[in-house]
């Protein structure tokens, strides 16, 4: 190394020479650093999305390399958030790659004392077998008076409001026809 | 705001640079009261009491905007001479009824309407939450109103007003409050000074505001002193609702609400509504004026999304499949249900009850006795894992081998492996794309209900039953893609917003809409949304290259609409107020209403037309009647119908307070929705004995680093990492006179529960002094439960159930506790310490206090006049 080279690797000189006076950027960077390459340039996709926490509804850009999120940042085109998000925002991609999710279906059954495993199709079909006894068990055709009542209220539900419009909607949907009155939302709380 | 919605803050920051003064209420300083230029501590709950106190500086100053007031607000109109105020009866306004606690509005009505506009009685409407429809339109008033624009006569509403916050003077604000009384008039003196034809100024509230047992009524006392300033319907100004989940406002109006459908149109009541004309008839009000006249096509659109091909006009398009409500059906009404073994089954979508949903004990006892439990959900959270690790297994309350619920976990997809809509809290719909498939069997809300419907659906396929009609002739059938066979949520969208049944074309406004069936529309506010068969929820122009208003970025509904009402920008000849709050007008040489956003008027109606004496519907709206979804067109500073606790607002005390209402005799909401089952033990208050039993005001709120009930935080190690221990705040008084030391331990009581947590001595907290004596508040974050990275008490479970009779939310914002040093007790003793302070307030349980405290013997005259 000469030592021209030698004192440019430093960087108080560069910094004190070059464009970046504050020494917040070129100038402060090391050769390590110099080597790398963002995530972001190096993504396959990008996702146009929308932080999933508070309303004030963040832009993010979700970045996709083989398959999986490889980064999660505030979208600067949102006149919203104008890029930026919260600690919450920017810990959405700790969110989705949490080793703490769950990924496969869990069974308790009754008076069980710890979990067991199920599958999916299984788990859809017990579960539609007794949201349809449910329902028989507790049908209310009409009232006292003969009015009609068409419903169920031996089936409950509360949603939380991160749930999207368009499932809102198939949810609101599937249970006034299967008359299951009792649907409530975290809009309630 | 700064804490829980920081990112809009920055907007806060912004105006504030740009000479903005920003005010900061809140019972403990926070990162917004640090930014803030001028911090007002509060005790919590009294939030009436102080924005009372400015509606009565306005109006003895005269400082309202006057020609916005007279031309806008309902100020001129004249009230009955049957209505009686608060001011002569003690807290009550007229028309209260003993037997049920409910109000007969019709001695609040207008003059010269008559006495059956009120369709429904006041308890239908309290047990439905009826005050809810009113999102998207005003409560039915109908007819004529008579006016006296000099505002003189002594039943207009401005007098009426007047006199109703006479007795909210500035020393009855520090009374109330603790509210010094130079802060007060440094904030009514900056408010007023704000307002005008250059100037608007801004509200902002939260859950703060929402969840108490008058929390209807605090929007309310917001929203009159911005109609009084000149603030709605203008740049800058506005009520503006921070909403606190991702979708919360879209949950609202495409409700998963028992009470509601799509669009704000109410779940049909067995008594009220057996037909559809009678159903449609109640929403539109035969007569009434305004928007809301066109319930019917409304009404009949969303029938036909529902029903599709079934749905015809000789059937009533199906309406004879709706379920009918014949009460309460909420939330807390079911958990009491579970209890009580009533309920079987219970799906939990993304919530977590058991630590976010008021008395946690109840919500897990509940959910310990059901037949079966499906909770689809990121992770494994405490509602999931109650019968495994609920603090009730400690006290023996419940036992694994003896709980019967079974319980069927789900992983969800996370919000980058689906798309679909969020809308936030402006109104707006911002489409997310999907990034990645969702591992393993983690789907989406979508997949699971599509699917259960299929499989359901499939089930009955051959029965003859008449209560599987509705499944069977169910418009099912959207298109599914991918290795999971996902449904299309572009096309659940396109339903939404609505189409043409014969061409398939996709509506672009909810104009477009008919009664006849020739139509579909899921959701009519939300029509537009794909106008031109484009997702315009989808649109991502940058914002650096469009206006402020920035109306290509997602859409907002109705309309793509971005401030309501904003007919009010202009004064009532349709021009600007003025050059600076310029926003929409009235373009005179092209004959229409244009400006920088969508306006909220139709769009050739002159500012000179008016309507003929016995118009109804839209065109009975005049030129100059901004308010176009209000049946006489007027802002409300008077609520003549709709509003079940009062035409007014009026200062309550909490359900749990620790103080004598000191406005008013009556302590309390008269009309709150009361509870009366054995596990909702509430502390007593005032007038009753023992309430110094739990001499404390506690009050809960979020942390920045934390989201709700913790089930997407305590479960993100960087999140855990930035707030990992349950703590409550307390006063260096408060640490002194309870023995508390700065990280060490302390447990909270109340007739529910006794919760610990490690303490944090702060003067972020200041001991307030009230009605002559010191009240100390504490603080607690409510984010904590048993799973999780970090894990903590759950301060939710401290609160018993009281809720607000227009919407059914409860208070959950403040409550009654003592405070004692050390850890809780665990097992046995734990349920015993709860019990010994339940003997110690009066061996009251359960305990409710009394609706009415009118005439109790320790109450003197309200106030020294
Ligand atoms: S980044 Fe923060 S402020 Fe923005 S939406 Fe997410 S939680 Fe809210």
């Known amino acids: 190394m000469g ?6 690797g430093w960087p108080v000189y560069r910094q004190l020479t070059g464009t970046d006076p504050l020494g917040r950027g070129a100038a402060a960077k090391s050769d390590g650093s110099r080597a790398l390459t963002a995530r972001t340039d190096t993504a396959d996709s990008v996702a146009r999305s929308v932080c999933p926490y508070c309303a004030v509804g963040c832009g993010q850009r979700v970045f996709v390399k083989d398959g999986q ?19 919450k925002g920017a810990a ?44 028989d068990e507790t049908w209310e055709d009409v009232d006292a008076e003969g009015r009609p009542l068409n419903r169920t209220l031996g089936i409950s539900s509360l949603g939380g409001a991160t749930l999207d419009n368009e499932e809102n909607y198939l949810i609101k949907k599937l249970f006034t026809a299967m008359g299951a009155l009792q649907i409530e939302n975290q809009a309630r709380i | ?85 608060t001011e002569d009866m003690h807290g009550l306004f007229s028309g209260f009824n003993d037997d049920n606690a409910t109000y007969d509005q019709a001695s609040w009505r207008y003059e010269g309407h008559s006495q059956t506009q009120t369709t429904r009685d006041s308890e239908t409407q309290r047990e439905t939450a009826a005050g809810l429809e009113n999102e998207s339109h005003g409560a039915p008033v109908g007819g004529q109103t008579e006016r006296d624009e000099t505002l003189q006569h002594p039943r207009c509403v401005y007098q009426i007003l007047k006199r109703h916050f006479a007795r909210y003077t500035p020393e009855m604000v520090e009374r109330v409050c603790g509210i010094p009384q130079d802060k007060f008039f440094e904030l009514a003196r900056a408010w007023t000074e704000n307002s005008g034809r250059d100037r608007t100024g801004m ?13 209807v009524q605090y929007i309310r006392t ?80 969303l029938l036909k999304a529902y029903w599709g091909d079934a749905a015809t006009a000789d059937n009533d398009y199906c309406y004879g499949y709706m379920p009918r409500m014949t009460g309460d059906h909420g939330t807390y009404q079911q958990v009491l249900d579970m209890i009580d073994g009533k309920i079987k089954g219970y799906f939990l979508l993304g919530q977590n009850p058991a630590v976010g949903s008021a008395h946690g004990r109840a919500q897990r006892l509940g959910m310990a006795n059901l037949d079966w439990l499906v909770v689809r959900d990121l992770f494994e959270i405490e509602s999931a894992t109650f019968w495994k690790n609920a603090p009730e297994i400690e006290t023996g309350e419940i036992a694994p081998e003896e709980c019967r619920t079974e319980v069927f976990f789900l992983p969800a997809a996370s919000h980058v492996e689906k798309e679909g809509t969020f809308t936030q809290t402006q109104r707006l719909l911002q489409w997310r794309e999907k990034a990645v498939e969702p591992p393993g069997d983690a789907r989406s809300e979508l997949w699971f209900f599509y699917h259960l419907g299929r499989i359901i659906r499939e089930r009955l396929a051959t029965s003859t039953k008449p209560r599987d009609r509705a499944l069977l002739d169910l418009a099912w059938d959207y298109p599914t893609h991918g290795p999971t ?39 009519w506010i939300y029509t537009g949304v794909y106008a031109d068969g484009v997702n315009q929820a989808a649109r991502r122009k940058p914002g650096s290259e469009q206006s402020l208003v920035a109306p290509e970025w997602g859409w907002a509904w109705p309309a793509n609409r971005r401030i309501l009402y904003n007919r009010a920008s202009a004064d009532p000849d349709g021009n600007p107020w003025s050059e600076r709050k310029r926003y929409v007008w009235w373009d005179a040489d092209k004959s229409e209403w244009t400006g920088y956003d969508v306006p909220d008027f139709e769009k050739t109606k002159p500012p000179s037309y008016r309507p003929e004496r016995d118009a109804s519907g839209v065109a009975g709206i005049a030129g100059d009647d901004p308010f176009i979804l209000q049946g006489d067109g007027k802002g409300w500073l008077y609520a003549p119908t709709g509003v079940l606790d009062g035409p007014m607002p009026t200062h309550y005390e909490p359900v749990e307070s620790p103080v004598r209402n ?17 596990i909702n033990t509430l502390n007593p208050s005032p007038p009753e004995p023992y309430s110094q039993v739990f001499p404390y005001v506690f009050t809960v709120s979020r942390l920045t680093e934390h989201h709700t009930a913790g089930g997407m935080s305590r479960t993100v190690s960087p999140l855990a990492e930035l707030q990992p221990e349950m703590f409550v705040e307390v006063s260096p008084e408060l640490a002194v006179e309870r023995g508390l030391t700065h990280l060490g331990w302390a447990h909270l009581i109340t007739a529910r529960a006794a919760i610990e947590a490690k303490v944090l001595v702060t003067d972020r907290l200041t001991p307030l002094r009230v009605d002559d004596r010191i009240i100390h508040q504490v603080w607690l974050p409510y984010h904590f439960g048993f799973e999780g990275l970090v894990t903590g008490d759950s301060a939710n479970d401290l609160f018993g159930i009281s809720l607000d009779p227009n919407v059914l939310i409860q208070e959950s914002k403040v409550g009654t506790c003592d405070v004692r040093s050390g850890r809780r007790p665990r097992g046995a003793e734990l349920l015993a310490l709860v019990v010994d302070y339940r003997r110690r307030s009066g061996d009251l349980s359960p305990h409710y206090p009394p609706q009415v405290t009118t005439d109790s013997a320790d109450s003197g005259p309200d106030q020294e006049v």
């Open chain 2, 662 to 678: 000191p406005l008013y005799e009556q302590q309390a909401n008269p009309t709150r929705k009361v509870y009366t089952h054995p």
């Open chain 1, 3 to 8: 030592v021209r080279s030698w004192i440019e």
């Open chain 1, 92 to 135: 959405s991609k700790s969110l989705v790659t949490s080793p703490l999710r769950q990924t496969t279906v869990r069974y308790r059954r009754p008076y069980g004392t710890e979990w067991e495993d199920l599958d999916l199709d299984t788990a859809m079909n017990m579960i539609a077998d007794r949201v349809l006894a449910a329902r």
């Open chain 1, 69 to 87: 999120v490889s980064q999660i940042e505030g979208d600067p085109d949102s006149p919203i958030s104008r890029g930026r998000l919260c600690p």
């Open chain 2, 1 to 85: 705001m700064a804490e829980a919605h920081p990112v809009g803050f920055q907007w806060v920051m912004e105006a504030k640079r740009r000479g903005a003064k920003v005010f900061h209420v809140d019972p403990r300083f926070t990162r917004t009261s640090a930014l803030a230029d001028s911090y007002l501590p509060i005790r919590a709950g009294t939030d009436i009491a102080l924005l009372g106190g400015v509606i009565r500086y306005i109006l003895d100053n005269e400082l309202d905007f006057r020609e916005y007031v007279v031309a806008y607000t309902n100020a001129a109109t004249i009230v009955t001479e049957e209505y009686a105020d």
């Open chain 2, 203 to 215: 509200l902002v509230y939260s859950v703060g505001w929402t969840q108490h047992s008058v929390g």
């Open chain 2, 222 to 301: 917001g929203a009159i002193i911005q109609l009084l300033l000149g603030n709605v319907g203008r740049p800058g100004g506005g009520v503006m609702a921070l909403r606190g989940h991702a979708s919360i406002q879209g949950s609202t109006d495409i409700p998963t609400l028992f009470n509601l459908l799509p669009g704000y149109l109410p779940m049909p009541h067995h008594a009220n509504h057996p037909t559809l004309d009678k159903w449609v008839d109640s929403i539109a009000h035969p007569g009434q004026k305004g928007f809301w006249g066109n319930a019917r096509t409304y009404g009949v659109n």
């Open chain 2, 485 to 523: 066979v996902e449904p299309s949520a572009e096309a659940v969208l396109r339903e939404i917003n609505g189409y043409d049944v014969a061409t398939g074309r996709p509506l672009a406004s909810f104009t477009e809409m008919k009664d006849d069936g020739s139509t579909v529309g899921g959701c």
